[in-house]
C-alpha cells in the first residue's frame, strides 16, 4: 500500500463527522496526555514512599473497585442531569484526586483518594459514549468510537514518554500535571461542547416517559443487551490477563523487565500507528463478524503466549495479534451497546457496558496472578485461549439477530432482528431503506427525518406483508399507518 493510500484512508476515516465530536475528541486527547497517575502509581508507592509491592497492587486494584461503582453512577447521572454536566464533574472530580495524591501521604489516605479516583474516572465515560451516539449519525457511531479510541491512546502514548522525560521533576509534580490536563479537559467540555441528552419523549396518551423508569434492572433484562455484556465481559478478561500475566511470563523465561518494555510499548504503536488503517478495512463490516473476529485474534494472541519460548520478538509478535483484536473490538462493542440502548437510556447502557470492563480490570489481575503463581503461566494462557473461542461462538450464536446489521456496520437498509417489547428478536424485517429500531426515530435513507416510531412489532416475516401486525407513528403522534386497534404503547 502506497503513501498516498493511506493518506487518502486516513482523510476519508477522519471525514464527515460533527464538530462537536472533535471538540470532545480533543478533550479526549488533552485528558490522556496528562494521565499520569496511573502509569507512575505503583513506582510512587513503592520507590518514592516505601510501601510493598503488595499494597501497591492492592491500590491499582482499588482502582478498579472504584470503576465498578462508578460506571454505573456515571450512566444513571447521564441520563439524569445530562451528558455535558456528568462530563464536566466528573473531570473535576477526576482532577481533585489526582490533585489530592500529590498532598496526601498516609496509606489508609491514598488508598481512599485512588478509589474515589476510579469511581471519577470510570463515571465519565458513559457519557462521553453517550454523546458520541447522540451526535453521530448511525452509520458513523463505528467509526467515531473508533477515532475516539484513537485518541486515548495517543494520549496515553504522549503521556508515557512525556512523563518519563519529566520523572526528575518528581512524581507529586507529575500528579499536578495530570490534575491540571484534566482540569483543562473540563473546561473544553463546558465551553464548547452542547449538551445532546434527547428531549423527554411522550407515550401515546401524552404522559412523559421519564428516563428514570428505565433502571439498571430493567437494562439487565433486555436479553440481548444482557448477552452482549456478558460476552463482552469473557473478552476484557482475556485482553487484561497479558498485563499481569505477560511480564511474569517473560521473567519465568529468564527476561528482563526492559524487554517486558520493549514489548508491551507495541502495543501503544500498533493502536496509533495502525488504528486509521483498521478502521478504514473495518468500516461497514458487520458488527457481529468484526466481534467474533477480535474474540479470535485475542484468543490467538493471548493463547501463543505460552509459545513464545525466550524469544523477545515472538512475546512482541503475540502482543500485535491481540492488539488488532483490540483495535476492532473496543469501537464495534461501544457501537453495538448504542444500537441497542433506547436513546433516553443510552447512559445507563453504556454505564452497565461500562461495569463488565471495570469488573474484569480487577478480577483478571488477581487471576492471572494466582494462576502464574500456582498452576504456571502455561494454564494462564491455555485458558485465556479457550475463553476467546468461547466469545466468539458466543457472538455468532447468539448475537447475529440482535445486532442490527444496518444500525452499526453502516448498510443499505435492511434490519435484522427487530427487537420486540422483551427485549428479544421479533423476526428478520425488509424494511427499504428504513433501520427499524423499537421505539426510536427512524431516519429516511434520503437524508430527511420522518419521525417514524415502531409501536408494536408482530410476528412477521416481511414488513411489506405485516399489514396490522405493525403499527406506525408519524412525527408528534399525529397521524397513522397500518394502525392497530390493540397494539400497546410504545417500549419506555
Not at 97 to 119: D, E, K, P, R, Y
Not at 164 to 172: D, K, N, Q
Not at 293 to 321: D, I, K, P, Q, R
Request: net charge neutral.
Amino acid at each position: 500500500m502506497s503513501i498516498d493510500s493511506l493518506r487518502r484512508s486516513a482523510s476519508a476515516t477522519v471525514s464527515g463527522l460533527p464538530r462537536g465530536f472533535w471538540w470532545l475528541w480533543l478533550s479526549t486527547l488533552v485528558n490522556r496526555t496528562g494521565a499520569f497517575v496511573l502509569t507512575f502509581l505503583s513506582l510512587y508507592l513503592t520507590v518514592e514512599l516505601g510501601h510493598s509491592a503488595w499494597f501497591a497492587g492492592l491500590v491499582v486494584a482499588l482502582h478498579g473497585l472504584g470503576g465498578v461503582a462508578g460506571s454505573p453512577l456515571g450512566g444513571a447521572l447521564t441520563d439524569r442531569w445530562g451528558r455535558r454536566p456528568t462530563m464536566v464533574t466528573m473531570h473535576l472530580a477526576a482532577a481533585a484526586s489526582a490533585a489530592a495524591l500529590a498532598v496526601v501521604t498516609s496509606a489508609w489516605a491514598i488508598a481512599t483518594v485512588v478509589l474515589l479516583m476510579g469511581v471519577a474516572m470510570q463515571a465519565v465515560r458513559p457519557s462521553i459514549n453517550a454523546t458520541i451516539a447522540d451526535m453521530v449519525p448511525a452509520h458513523d457511531v463505528r467509526r467515531a468510537y473508533a477515532l475516539n479510541y484513537w485518541a486515548l491512546n495517543l494520549g496515553f502514548a504522549i503521556a508515557s514518554i512525556g512523563g518519563g522525560a519529566a520523572i526528575f521533576l518528581g512524581y507529586r509534580t507529575l500528579f499536578v500535571v495530570d490534575a491540571v490536563a484534566t482540569t483543562l479537559c473540563a473546561v473544553i467540555v463546558f465551553l464548547r461542547l452542547p449538551e445532546t441528552r434527547p428531549e423527554a419523549k411522550t407515550d401515546q396518551a401524552g404522559r412523559p416517559v421519564a428516563a428514570a423508569e428505565v433502571s439498571m434492572l430493567t437494562v439487565l433484562r433486555d436479553a440481548p443487551f444482557r448477552t452482549l455484556v456478558l460476552l463482552n465481559l469473557l473478552v476484557c478478561l482475556v485482553f487484561t490477563a497479558p498485563w499481569i500475566g505477560l511480564p511474569l511470563t517473560m521473567a519465568d523465561q529468564g527476561l528482563s523487565p526492559s524487554s517486558y518494555g520493549v514489548v508491551i510499548a507495541v502495543n501503544g504503536i500498533v493502536i496509533v500507528g495502525f488504528q486509521l488503517l483498521v478502521n478504514r478495512l473495518t468500516d461497514k463490516r458487520s458488527p457481529v463478524v468484526l466481534l467474533t473476529l477480535s474474540s479470535l485474534l485475542f484468543a490467538l494472541g493471548t493463547g501463543a503466549t505460552a509459545l513464545a519460548g525466550s524469544s523477545v520478538v515472538a512475546f512482541a509478535a503475540t502482543v500485535v495479534v491481540w492488539t488488532v483484536g483490540e483495535m476492532i473490538h473496543v469501537p464495534t462493542n461501544a457501537a453495538a451497546t448504542a444500537l441497542l440502548a433506547p436513546e433516553h437510556a443510552r447512559g445507563r447502557y453504556q454505564g452497565v457496558m461500562g461495569m463488565s470492563w471495570a469488573v474484569a480490570g480487577f478480577v483478571a489481575p488477581i487471576g492471572a496472578g494466582a494462576i502464574v503463581g500456582g498452576p504456571g503461566p502455561d494454564v494462564l494462557w491455555a485458558a485465556t485461549f479457550a475463553i476467546g473461542v468461547l466469545a466468539a461462538v458466543g457472538y455468532t450464536l447468539r448475537l447475529r439477530k440482535a445486532l442490527c446489521e444496518d444500525g452499526v456496520g453502516g448498510g443499505t437498509g435492511a434490519a435484522d432482528g427487530v427487537r420486540g417489547a422483551d427485549g428479544e428478536d421479533a423476526g428478520e424485517t425488509a424494511v427499504g431503506g428504513v433501520r427499524v429500531v423499537d421505539g426510536g426515530t427512524l431516519p429516511d435513507d434520503g437524508g430527511d427525518e420522518v419521525g417514524v416510531v415502531v409501536v408494536s412489532v408482530g410476528d412477521v416475516g416481511d414488513i411489506s406483508d405485516a399489514g396490522d401486525a405493525v403499527r406506525v407513528v408519524a412525527a408528534g403522534g399525529t397521524s397513522a399507518v397500518s394502525p392497530s386497534a390493540d397494539a400497546p404503547a410504545p417500549r419506555a
